[in-house]
C-alpha cells in the first residue's frame, strides 16, 4: 500500500457520517446475550486444541479516575477513594485465578495492555502485585518483542513511579494530553502542564521503557487552529514514538459527562476539519507515518514496520503487531476474542463484582462467529490495516467468487470509486491517497448488519 495521504476536504466533508471504527467484525452491537460462560469456556478448549495454539495478549481495564475529564466516553468510575482501587484489585486477581487455567500453560503472553479509567490510579506497588501475579499464572514470554503496555495519567504519576513500573517488567506507556492550551483543558476538567507531561516521557525513556505513545484530540471546546498547533509543536519535539489523534466525538445523550460541554465551544465542521488538516500537516513534515484511524508512528517503530510487512493487526486495544494472537479481556466491562468468539464482560461494576464473587466468569454477551463474520472479518481487517486487498487470495483462502459473493458490496463501493476513494479491479481492491481517511467508510461497504435492527441499536461516531 502506497503511504501517501491527501486532504481532500470536500471529500472528507461529504463522507463524514457515523461508523464503526472496526476494531472488531461484527461490532459489538452484535453481541447477544445467550453466548455464555458455557460457551466462552468452550472456545478457550478449541483454541488450546488447535495444531498450533495461538499467543496470548492480555487486557485489563482499571475503572477508576480521581476526576471526569468531560470529553470522555470511557467506561469510568470517579472516585477520590483510594480504597476502592484495593478492593478492585482483589476481585481482579480473583478472577485472573479463575481463567488462567483453562489455558494452556505452553501458550506465551506476548501482549499485555492495562487500560481505564486510569490504570495509575493504582499504586505502583499494587500494579506490580498485579503483574506479578498475572506472570505467576499465565506464562509470559520472554522474547524481545514482547509488549507490555500501560496508560498513565501524567497528573497523577512521578518520575519514581514510573521507575518502579519500568522495574516491574511495563516497557510501553501511553499518556494522555488531549490539548496543552489552557482554555481547552478548562473546558475539558483536564487542567495538565507540559511540564509535569515532559517529566513523565523523560523518565519513561530514562528507566529504558521501549515506547512513548501520546493521545491527543481534536474538535474540543473552545480549540483553535493557533493554540493546538502550539499542543502540536510542543509534543512534536518530545519525540514520541507514536501519537494518536482522535476526532471528539460529542455524543451528550450517551455520556453523561458531555452534558458539561457546550455546543457553542465546539469547532463548527470546518474547523474541526482544519484541526485535522493542521494535525496531519505538522506530524507528516515531522516524519511520522499515517498508519490509520487516527493514528501515526515514527518509521522506524514496531507499527510502521508491521504495517509495512503486511503483518499489521486491529482490535480493541487498537493497532498492534500481534495478529496471531487470542485476546483475553479481564477486569469490568472487558471485551475477548477467543477463538471464533468475541465476549464482553458486564459493564456494570456490581453485576461483574457478583460474578466474581460466586466463582463465574462476568461474560455478559458475546458471539460466536458464522463462516460468513469470519469471511467479511478477515476483508475489513486487511482493509483497516493495509488499505488494500488482494482479491484472488480471499478467494483461494474462502473458495468463493469474489464478484459474485460480494456483488452487493462492489455495488456500495461504486460511488466511493467515482469519487477517487478507492480503486477496484480483477485483482485488487485499494484505498487512494485521498481514501485513507476514509477507511471506515470503505470498509462499510462489507458490512452485512449495517442496517440491520438489533438488541440494541448501534450509535457511532462520525468518520472524521
Known amino acids: 500500500m502506497s503511504t501517501a495521504l491527501s486532504f481532500d476536504a470536500d471529500l472528507l466533508r461529504r463522507y463524514d457520517r457515523p461508523g464503526p471504527r472496526y476494531t472488531s467484525y461484527p461490532t459489538a452491537p452484535q453481541f447477544r446475550p445467550d453466548f455464555d460462560e458455557t460457551q466462552f469456556r468452550a472456545q478457550i478448549a478449541r483454541s488450546n486444541d488447535d495444531a498450533v ?7 485489563l481495564h482499571i475503572p477508576y479516575c480521581t476526576s471526569p475529564c468531560f470529553y470522555c466516553g470511557c467506561n469510568r468510575i470517579i472516585t477520590r ?17 479463575l481463567v488462567a487455567p483453562l489455558f494452556d500453560r505452553d501458550r506465551d503472553v506476548i501482549q499485555l495492555h492495562l487500560g481505564g479509567g486510569t490504570p495509575n490510579f493504582l499504586a505502583p506497588g499494587q500494579l506490580a502485585e498485579l503483574f506479578e501475579s498475572l506472570d505467576r ?3 509470559f514470554s520472554r522474547a524481545a518483542d514482547r509488549d507490555f503496555s500501560i496508560e498513565l495519567d501524567p497528573r497523577f504519576v512521578s518520575p519514581a513511579d514510573i521507575g518502579e513500573l519500568a522495574a516491574t517488567g511495563w516497557n510501553r506507556a501511553s499518556l494522555g494530553v488531549q490539548d496543552f492550551d489552557p482554555a481547552v483543558q478548562t473546558a475539558v476538567n483536564r487542567v495538565q502542564s507540559v511540564e509535569q507531561t515532559m517529566a513523565v516521557i523523560d523518565a519513561c525513556r530514562q528507566h529504558g521503557m521501549r515506547s512513548v505513545n501520546v493521545d491527543l484530540i481534536y ?10 498547533g502550539r499542543t502540536l509543536d510542543t509534543v512534536i519535539a518530545a519525540r514520541p514514538d507514536r501519537l494518536a489523534v482522535y476526532g471528539y466525538a460529542h455524543l451528550p445523550d450517551l455520556f453523561k459527562a458531555q452534558k458539561q460541554i457546550h455546543d457553542a465551544d ?11 488538516a493542521l494535525a496531519i500537516e505538522k506530524l507528516t513534515a515531522a516524519g511520522y507515518d499515517y498508519i490509520g484511524m487516527d493514528h501515526f508512528a515514527l518509521p522506524e517503530d514496531e507499527l510502521a514496520r508491521a504495517q509495512r510487512s503486511g503483518t499489521l493487526h486491529r482490535n480493541f486495544m487498537g493497532y498492534t503487531t500481534h495478529a496471531e494472537t487470542d485476546l483475553l479481556g479481564l477486569g469490568v466491562s472487558a471485551i475477548s476474542r477467543v477463538g471464533d468468539s468475541f465476549s464482553q464482560h458486564h459493564r456494570d461494576l ?3 463484582e457478583e460474578a466474581v464473587d460466586a466463582g463465574r466468569l462476568p461474560i455478559w ?18 482493509l483497516m490495516c493495509h488499505g488494500t486487498l488482494d482479491i484472488r487470495d480471499i478467494e483461494d483462502k474462502f473458495d468463493i467468487d469474489f464478484a459474485t459473493h460480494f456483488a452487493d458490496a462492489l455495488a456500495r463501493l461504486a460511488p466511493l470509486q467515482a469519487d477517487g476513494l478507492v480503486e477496484v479491479d480483477a485483482g485488487h481492491i485499494t484505498a487512494t491517497a485521498r481514501g485513507r481517511l476514509l477507511m471506515r467508510i470503505i470498509a462499510m461497504c462489507f458490512d452485512a448488519y449495517l442496517g440491520q435492527p438489533t438488541a440494541a441499536p448501534a450509535r457511532y461516531s462520525k468518520a472524521i
Open 266 to 276: 465546539l469547532p463548527s465542521p470546518d474547523g474541526k476539519l482544519a484541526l485535522l
Open 365 to 382: 454477551r458475546g458471539l460466536r462467529l458464522s463462516a460468513e463474520d469470519l469471511l467479511r472479518n478477515d476483508i475489513i481487517q486487511r
Open 81 to 97: 477513594d483510594r480504597s476502592r482501587g484495593e478492593i478492585y484489585l482483589a476481585r481482579l486477581l480473583r478472577e485472573v485465578a
Open 137 to 139: 499464572q499465565f506464562h
Open 53 to 59: 495454539p495461538r499467543r496470548l495478549s492480555l487486557y
Open 350 to 352: 456490581s453485576e461483574w
Open 219 to 228: 474538535g474540543l471546546p473552545r480549540q483553535t487552529l493557533e493554540g493546538f
